[in-house]
């Protein structure tokens, strides 16, 4: 028992006389100074000069326009430059249009709470029993019912059927 108190203690002494001082007091270092490069990236606001740039709709904001033609630009062939600029022009304003329909719409919703109670469902059960089963129904652009409208009628979907020719000799 008493040998193996020594080797214990012996063993003890050994690492400890190869393990470094500890010392409390951290060393104050011009490095330990520093923020690390990944604190300092972490630390930016890219968007501190102008908060809302990349907001919903901020395109507005920008100076974004369509590009003067030169003497150098493509203009295809068959329109003048007067032409090709005003068809850009066009384009460029309806898709400014489209843009500010679809701003128009941000953040506008239905509210579910408002869904429900309408359809009766916070009620009773009738909309189970209903076709939609309570959902909406989109309209669409076909008839998708099946039937067909006899009434209806498309130049391309009459076939004019020609005359069939007779052979050289009068036989078919």
Known sequence: MKTSIAITAAC?????AFAPANTNARQSTQLAEKKSLFKTISDMDLFAPVKDQNDYGAR???NVKVGELTSRSYIPNGLTKEQYDAVRKNEKAKKDANYQRNVSKAGKFLD???????RGTD???DWQKSVTLGHRMAKTKYDWSGRKDENKSLDSAVKKTAPKKKGIFGRK
């Open 12 to 16: 003890i002494a050994s690492a400890s």
């Open 123 to 125: 009620t009773g059960e």
């Open 60 to 62: 507005g904001k920008k």
């Open 112 to 118: 579910y709470t408002q869904f429900y109670i309408d």
